[in-house]
Nanobody, 115 residues
């Protein structure tokens, strides 16, 4: 079993920044992929960014050059630095850990971008 706990969401004005954090605990294989997904009201959950244990990253086109994903393998933690936020970034953001051919999910943290 894997537990993921996110933190760092909140309300921010357009153009502002937020940093999300996620800590994983439980049975964690040394090689895995951690990431962030988001789900806006009435929309499907979508990939935001992922990062492998080795540091290879992947981003959705909509967040490239604005968001940066990073991780600390010693802490089983993943982070998402979000800059130049837009109203369309408003969503619940979910942390994920992919290992053994399955995804585990956190409970989600709300990010609202509004003036």
């Amino acid at each position: 079993q894997v537990q993921l706990v996110e933190s760092g969401g909140g309300l921010v004005q357009p153009g502002g920044s937020l940093r999300l954090s996620c800590a994983a605990s439980g049975i964690i294989f040394p090689i895995n992929t951690m990431g962030w997904y988001r789900q806006a009201p009435g929309k499907q959950r979508e990939l935001v960014a992922t990062i492998t244990t080795g540091g290879t990253t992947d981003y959705a086109d909509s967040v490239k050059d604005r968001f940066t994903i990073s991780r600390d393998n010693t802490k089983n933690a993943v982070y998402l630095q979000m800059n130049s936020l837009k109203p369309e970034d408003t969503a619940v953001y979910y942390c994920s850990l992919y290992q053994f051919s399955r995804n585990s999910w956190g409970q989600g943290t709300q990010v609202t971008v509004s003036s």
